[in-house]
């Protein structure tokens, strides 16, 4: 824990479009920016540079083995013991990983995001605070169109055939069930203000902070 002098580590999960994001970022800006080291998993999807695009559009990308997970645990043990990272950056449109990196320095609180961050067990174990963001299907559908769409370079036919064919599936057998490893369950798509808050109060306490 952080008064031992090892960072805290907070896992927040959910499903697609559920407000991860929303919820990561409040809890950066209400905690501060200064405290916290950020890493997405989904920066960490495996390179598939050695397949065509056609190849690549066929790939399960909301499978846990499309992440390389294993270079994520290796940077949180580096994160852990106050060593810096190069976090991958991943090409959404090319389904590649790009040459460049994102430098995160190490913290007393390390914030993991991603879908799948409670459905590996061997990720979820080296979480001491998780936190599932809970949404309607309909709503996380809806704004995984617009995301997709809009910041991803994808076009309608192809994010409704990837929801249907991959991304349902896997939030039905991978990430639902991760919402039991949960220590706090956020509803209403991150914009409960009441959870959000007994959480920023939380990591204010660890940390010492009035």
């Keep these: 824990?952080?008064?031992?002098g090892v960072p805290l580590v907070v896992g927040v999960?959910?499903?697609t479009g559920a407000g991860k994001?929303?919820?990561s970022r409040a809890i950066l800006e209400e905690v501060g920016r200064e405290h916290i080291a950020h890493v997405q998993h989904d920066a960490y999807y495996r390179d598939?540079?050695?397949?065509?695009?056609s190849e690549r559009l066929q790939q399960n990308m909301d499978h846990p083995n499309a992440l390389e997970t294993e270079l994520l645990?290796?940077?949180l043990g580096r994160l852990r013991c106050w060593e810096p990272i190069e976090m991958p950056v991943h090409g959404f449109a090319t389904y590649r990983r790009t040459?460049?990196?994102t430098f995160v320095e190490p913290r007393p609180v390390i914030l993991v995001e991603g879908i799948?961050?409670?459905a590996i067990p061997e990720l979820c174990d080296e979480l001491d605070v998780k936190v599932y963001v809970d949404a309607d299907a309909d709503i996380r559908l809806i704004r995984r169109l617009g995301?997709?769409?809009?910041e991803r370079g994808r076009d309608l036919s192809s994010v409704i055939a990837q929801y249907l064919g991959t991304v349902r599936p896997m939030h039905l057998q991978f990430v639902e069930p991760s919402k039991r490893c949960a220590d706090a369950i956020v509803p209403e798509g991150g914009r409960n203000r009441v959870v959000l808050e007994t959480i920023c109060a939380c990591l204010r306490a660890t940390l010492g902070m009035a």
């Design 116 to 118: 799948l961050v409670l």
């Design 1 to 4: 824990m952080v008064e031992d």
């Design 73 to 75: 645990l290796e940077h």
């Design 99 to 101: 040459e460049r990196t």
């Design 13 to 15: 999960a959910g499903g």
């Design 48 to 53: 598939l540079g050695h397949l065509s695009m």
């Design 21 to 23: 994001t929303t919820i």
């Design 147 to 150: 995301r997709d769409i809009l």
